[in-house]
């Protein structure tokens, strides 16, 4: 079965840490590049981050830089979103594609409260 599946969301504190995780099934996804975009509550969908095949080219959404962090490893056909100093406006949805064709994850929830 070909999926891509988003997870790892969970209820988290402010300036507390979250991984989420983009796994493939039935290809591979280091022949794809990959983005994650961010659905805040009422709000549109905003690219967060995005990673090449090679993992050399990295980008963020200004908000991210500097706390966020993209990585992938073919060997588990994961590309990951490593996100620190979680702020209440990162609550949302979060979701992981293949910039080429039309692969979507499900959306993983990520909620930012004390």
């Known amino acids: 079965q070909v999926q891509l599946v988003a997870s790892g969301g969970d209820l988290v504190q402010p300036g507390g840490s979250l991984t989420l995780s983009c796994t493939a099934s039935g290809f591979r996804l280091s022949s794809f590049a990959v983005n994650w975009y961010h659905q805040a509550p009422g709000k549109e969908r905003e690219f967060v981050a995005g990673i090449d095949i090679s993992a050399r080219i990295i980008k963020y959404r200004d908000s991210a830089r500097g706390r966020f962090t993209v990585s992938r490893d073919n060997a588990k056909n994961t590309v990951y979103l490593l996100m620190n100093n979680l702020e209440s406006d990162d609550t949302g949805v979060y979701y992981c594609?293949?910039?080429?064709?039309?692969?979507w994850g499900q959306g993983t929830q990520v909620t930012v409260s004390s």
């Open positions: 594609k293949t910039v080429r064709g039309d692969y």
